[in-house]
């Protein structure tokens, strides 16, 4: 009875710390951009989006235990890793979330951009 216990015991714990994944879809298969040194760089907009021109690089997605807050750091540091400086359209969903990686850009065709009007 003691080794049925244990062994439920070990499978529910490798359940628990083992769920957690994000993962990160690029827009374009061929291009990839250099990461940003820091997941605390990537700027998070939750229901607007930035004055700044920028270009579309991914998306990522998140699966956690209902954190959102883990969730959200994930997504940063996803994000940072493949070369973005934001996160757009953040969507909570069940067990986790997904937002758009956007980088922004100072410059397109060599001419520097001046910000969107809305």
Same mark, same amino acid.
């Given at each position: 009875?003691?080794?049925?216990?244990?062994?439920?015991?070990?499978?529910?714990?490798?359940?628990?710390?083992?769920?957690?994944?994000?993962?990160?879809?690029?827009?374009?298969?061929?291009?990839?951009?250099?990461?940003?040194?820091?997941?605390? %760089? =990537?700027?998070?907009?939750? *229901?607007? *989006?930035?004055?700044? *021109?920028?270009?579309? =690089?991914?998306?990522?997605?998140?699966? *956690?235990?209902? %954190?959102?807050?883990?969730?959200?750091?994930?997504?940063?540091?996803? #994000?940072?890793?493949?070369?973005?400086? #934001?996160?757009?359209e953040l969507e909570p969903h069940p067990g986790g979330a997904s937002a758009t990686v956007i980088r922004f850009k100072e410059y397109i065709d060599g001419e520097k951009v001046t910000p969107r009007s809305k």
């Open positions: 009875m003691k080794k049925i216990n244990l062994f439920f015991s070990i499978i529910l714990i490798v359940m628990f710390c083992g769920c957690a994944s994000v993962e990160f879809s690029p827009s374009e298969m061929k291009k990839t951009y250099k990461s940003r040194k820091s997941m605390d %760089d =990537i700027k998070v907009y939750r *229901t607007k *989006t930035p004055d700044k *021109t920028y270009i579309e =690089i991914g998306v990522v997605n998140a699966r *956690t235990f209902d %954190d959102m807050n883990q969730a959200v750091e994930m997504l940063r540091k996803k #994000a940072a890793e493949n070369g973005g400086d #934001a996160i757009i």
